[in-house]
């Protein structure tokens, strides 16, 4: 029995099958990654899934997976010289949350890039969006060609990935009028800290010599939204509150006074900005704004 055993697994080690499970590291042909003259493109490919992305990036992870984290391929690039470069290729469940762990990452004063959706280098560091991608490539002994020698990695790994350029649509309605350029976000959840609030988009602004955040919440429609608006209340106790579709008035005792409006599917409102015909302004802008 056991020589018959042995000589079935000899056979399938023949024919090119193992008895035994891959292991983490890959050696499939790495094809989100491109070929660049005069590198060495690594034969072994890093591959991570959200069961074992703490093995990689242990002390991010848990934001990563809040983005629907799909995988994660490394992949190392070397030269003669010793020069090297690691590309990593986050990809995340779509662009909307590719984008939300991209804008939790850059600076607003960032040294920005026309690459994929958007992209910016700091030394030894370029990162850029597309599509549901986020791509993180750094460097060791580029010396004085790091940004141009990043830039091309950069390019030609966002030709290879292909899709789409543009961020989310709905950051449209944000008024262009005072906002912080490249610093609105997307959360991915848990917005304003309450587990019943589902994501959200959020904008930075400063006008009339104020700082102040608009922000938009979507959920799944005009009742989803009522009933997300009644648990808020009744956590702020506010259960008299007057439920119905428009602005309401808010006392919360983490984010202070602020004001809100209730349209459709949309939850939209205004934080850090007393009473004035400023805020006003900015909550009939984004009111009108949205789809």
Same mark, same amino acid.
């Given at each position: 029995? @056991?020589?018959?055993?042995?000589?079935?697994?000899?056979?399938?080690?023949?024919?090119?099958?193992?008895? &035994?499970?891959?292991?983490?590291?890959?050696?499939?042909? =790495? $094809?989100?990654?491109?070929?660049?003259?005069?590198?060495?493109?690594?034969?072994?490919?890093?591959?991570?899934?959200?069961?074992?992305?703490?093995?990689?990036?242990?002390?991010?992870?848990?934001?990563?997976?809040?983005?629907?984290?799909?995988?994660?391929?490394?992949?190392?690039?070397?030269?003669?010289?010793?020069?090297?470069?690691?590309?990593?290729?986050?990809?995340?469940? $779509? /662009?909307?949350?590719?984008?939300?762990?991209?804008?939790?990452?850059? %600076?607003?004063?960032?040294? &920005?890039?026309?690459?994929?959706?958007?992209?910016?280098?700091?030394? @030894?560091?370029l990162n850029f969006l597309s599509g549901s991608y986020y791509v993180k490539? *750094?460097?060791?002994?580029?010396?004085?060609?790091?940004?141009?020698?990043? $830039?091309?990695?950069?390019?030609?790994?966002?030709?290879? %990935?292909?899709?789409?350029?543009?961020? /989310?649509?709905?950051?449209?309605?944000?008024?262009?009028?005072?906002?912080? @350029?490249?610093?609105?976000?997307?959360?991915?959840?848990?917005?304003? #800290?309450?587990? !019943?609030?589902?994501?959200?988009?959020?904008?930075?602004?400063?006008?009339?010599?104020?700082?102040?955040?608009? &922000?938009?919440?979507? #959920?799944?429609? =005009?009742?989803?939204?009522?009933?997300?608006?009644?648990?808020?209340?009744?956590?702020?106790?506010?259960?008299?509150?007057?439920?119905?579709?428009?602005?309401?008035?808010? *006392?919360? /005792?983490?984010?202070?006074? !602020?004001?809100?409006?209730?349209?459709?599917?949309?939850? #939209?409102?205004?934080?850090? %900005?007393?009473?004035?015909?400023?805020?006003?302004?900015?909550?009939? $802008?984004?009111?009108?704004?949205?789809?």
């Amino acid at each position: 029995m @056991k020589r018959s055993l042995l000589r079935i697994g000899l056979l399938w080690v023949f024919m090119g099958f193992s008895l &035994f499970p891959p292991a983490a590291d890959s050696q499939a042909p =790495p $094809s989100l990654f491109p070929e660049m003259t005069g590198w060495k493109k690594s034969d072994t490919l890093q591959v991570f899934s959200p069961d074992n992305l703490y093995d990689y990036i242990n002390g991010a992870a848990d934001l990563y997976l809040t983005y629907e984290f799909k995988e994660l391929q490394v992949g190392e690039y070397n030269r003669d010289d010793k020069a090297s470069v690691i590309v990593e290729i986050y990809r995340h469940g $779509s /662009p909307t949350n590719a984008f939300g762990i991209y804008s939790q990452e850059r %600076l607003a004063n960032a040294d &920005f890039l026309d690459i994929g959706s958007q992209g910016y280098y700091e030394e @030894k560091v370029l990162n850029f969006l597309s599509g549901s991608y986020y791509v993180k490539i *750094s460097s060791a002994n580029t010396s004085k060609k790091d940004r141009e020698i990043l $830039s091309r990695f950069a390019r030609e790994t966002a030709e290879k %990935l292909g899709g789409e350029k543009g961020f /989310p649509a709905l950051l449209a309605a944000f008024p262009e009028e005072g906002k912080v @350029k490249n610093a609105e976000k997307f959360i991915g959840k848990n917005f304003l #800290g309450y587990s !019943f609030f589902p994501s959200a988009f959020i904008a930075d602004y400063q006008a009339a010599g104020q700082k102040f955040k608009l &922000f938009i919440m979507v #959920g799944a429609g =005009p009742e989803d939204c009522r009933a997300r608006l009644q648990r808020y209340f009744q956590q702020l106790k506010q259960p008299g509150e007057t439920l119905a579709e428009g602005r309401h008035e808010i *006392s919360d /005792p983490y984010h202070g006074n !602020f004001e809100l409006f209730w349209k459709g599917k949309y939850i #939209g409102g205004i934080l850090n %900005l007393s009473p004035s015909p400023l805020r006003q302004k900015y909550l009939s $802008s984004l009111e009108t704004r949205l789809p």
